[in-house]
């Protein structure tokens, strides 16, 4: 059973930066398209940047610029560095694991971690 657990969020002032991490395991790591996802309060969850196992990222047109994804495949960990934070970037930040199997969606998540952007 894959488990995910993501650290590294907290409270900060707007324009600073945090770093969330999110370790993998109980299955095969490079097998799973990684995302990162945000709930703000009274708002519903979005997806804010993906990776694929070959390492292609998107994100989200909102955080652009400012946040990047990234993964290591030794680790079995994955990254969500965040730059110049803004007041509307307050959320809980969820991990997801995604895979596909003859058409099957495999799909597991962390438990969240919360990044407040405050002064």
């Known amino acids: 059973q894959v488990q995910l657990v993501e650290s590294g969020g907290g409270l900060v002032q707007p324009g600073g930066s945090l770093r969330l991490s999110c370790e993998f395991s109980g299955s095969a790591f490079s097998d799973y398209t990684m995302t990162w996802h945000r709930e703000a309060p009274g708002k519903r969850r979005e997806e804010v940047a993906a990776?694929?196992?070959?390492?292609?990222?998107e994100h989200d047109d909102s955080v652009k610029g400012r946040f990047t994804i990234s993964r290591d495949n030794v680790k079995n960990t994955i990254y969500l560095q965040m730059n110049r934070l803004k007041p509307e970037d307050t959320a809980v930040y969820y991990c997801?694991?995604?895979?596909?199997?003859?058409?099957?969606?495999?799909?597991?998540w962390g438990q969240g971690t919360q990044v407040t952007v405050s002064s």
């Open positions: 997801n694991a995604v895979k596909w199997v003859h058409a099957v969606q495999y799909d597991f």
């Open positions: 990776i694929t196992p070959a390492g292609k990222t």
